[in-house]
């Protein structure tokens, strides 16, 4: 049982590139979550979904897009990288309803933005 | 809005010591209440939960109780190991199907030996 998995665990792009960071998770979880991590500001939320072609924006959405074509699968696209997305980036997933149930992470994907 | 707030952190202690991060929240009716434990260079690993009022939430030798008098559910821990060195971060949620987690900032534990 993988859990949740991210890819890539590392990033380097320049500004003005595109790219699409993986989550995929095998647990039927219905609910999935990106968030952000930066020092001293805790997670914020970027965009979640609490179903297959069901999304939505959460704290911070600008300059990220998000799709969800499947249960398994909740990918995170950044439009064109600026230096303020420089960040620690979290999936993660919940059973019906997180309040019970609480999150499952992955282990993250650290991205630069040069 | 929902909103949790924890103490600040650096906290530092020797092993043994005893442990104590504050969490308060602000939230109407009753939410479910989270600690979650960040091992460096890991994502976020759930700690312990409660989910109603004067429950005890605990898990390796981790305690919180939700108490809603004092609207708070603060982490404790009567004998801290090097091992326990980590972030953690106390969270607030709803028990529906639009339900999020709110975070805390983190509390930064470091125990030496």
């Known amino acids: 049982n993988a859990g949740v998995t991210q890819t890539p665990k590392f990033q380097v792009l320049k500004t003005g590139q595109s790219m699409t960071l993986q989550c995929a998770q095998d647990m039927n979880h219905e609910y999935m979550s990106w968030y952000r991590q930066d020092p001293g500001m805790g997670l914020r939320l970027i965009h979640y979904?609490?179903?297959?072609?069901?999304?939505d924006q959460g704290e911070v959405p600008n300059g990220y897009n998000v799709s969800r074509s499947t249960t398994e699968d909740f990918p995170l696209r950044l439009l064109s990288a600026a230096p303020s997305q420089t960040s620690v980036y979290f999936c993660?997933?919940?059973?019906?309803?997180?309040?019970?149930?609480?999150?499952?992470f992955g282990s993250g994907t650290r991205l630069t933005v040069v | 809005g929902d909103s949790v707030t924890q103490m600040e952190g650096p906290v530092t202690l020797s092993e043994e010591a005893f442990l104590t991060i504050n969490c308060t929240y602000t939230?109407?009716?009753?939410?479910?209440l989270f600690w979650y434990v960040q091992y460096p260079g890991e994502g976020l690993q759930l700690l312990l939960k409660?989910?109603?009022?004067?429950d005890k939430g605990s898990n390796k030798g981790f305690e919180a109780t939700y108490r809603k008098e004092t609207t708070s559910f603060h982490l404790e821990k009567g004998s801290v190991q090097v091992s326990d060195s980590a972030v953690y971060f106390c969270a607030l949620g709803r028990g529906s199907t639009l339900g999020r987690l709110y975070f805390g900032r983190g509390t930064q534990l470091t125990v030496w030996p």
């Open positions: 409660a989910t109603k009022a004067d």
């Open positions: 939230a109407t009716g009753y939410p479910s």
């Open positions: 993660a997933s919940s059973y019906k309803s997180t309040g019970d149930y609480g999150y499952t």
């Open positions: 979904s609490v179903g297959a072609g069901i999304t």
